[in-house]
């Protein structure tokens, strides 16, 4: 049974595929010593490394959610996403609805929370 939280970023959900779309995210998947290079020359700041460091100890994965999520079509029980779908325009709104379509299986859920 997959789930999946999107634009998770400091509250990753436990036993989810949790996805954020930051700048960190994209450092992360970089080699360790690139991360500690950029620190060392001062374009990475102390808190985005500890954000990094927080991404790869809770297993947060980068993912463009307008244009995909990475799961299989029809896999996914759940997509859950809070304070997210109001930061996007219409067309990246509609990409991402679009794609939760496309990975939830039939009889699956969509949660989104705003305020």
Same mark, same amino acid.
């Given at each position: 049974?997959? =789930?999946?939280?999107?634009?998770?970023?400091?509250?990753?959900? %436990?036993?989810?595929?949790?996805?954020?779309?930051?700048?960190?995210?994209?450092?992360?998947?970089? %080699?360790?010593?690139?991360?500690?290079?950029?620190?060392?020359?001062?374009?990475? @700041?102390?808190? @985005?490394?500890?954000?990094?460091?927080?991404?790869?100890?809770? @297993?947060?994965?980068?993912?463009?959610?307008?244009?995909?999520?990475?799961? %299989?079509?029809?896999?996914?029980?759940?997509?859950?996403?809070?304070?997210?779908? #109001?930061?996007?325009? =219409?067309? #990246?709104? @509609?990409?991402?609805?679009? #794609?939760?379509? =496309?990975?939830?299986? %039939?009889?699956?859920?969509?949660?989104?929370?705003?305020?």
């Amino acid at each position: 049974m997959t =789930r999946v939280n999107i634009g998770c970023g400091r509250t990753p959900t %436990p036993g989810w595929h949790n996805y954020d779309n930051s700048l960190s995210l994209r450092i992360a998947r970089l %080699p360790y010593f690139a991360e500690k290079a950029l620190l060392s020359v001062g374009l990475l @700041q102390p808190s @985005q490394a500890s954000y990094i460091a927080f991404c790869r100890e809770n @297993q947060i994965k980068f993912a463009d959610a307008t244009r995909i999520i990475p799961e %299989p079509s029809g896999s996914v029980e759940v997509v859950y996403s809070s304070h997210m779908v #109001e930061h996007l325009g =219409r067309e #990246e709104a @509609q990409g991402f609805f679009v #794609e939760a379509l =496309r990975v939830l299986r %039939p009889g699956g859920g969509y949660s989104h929370r705003c305020s």
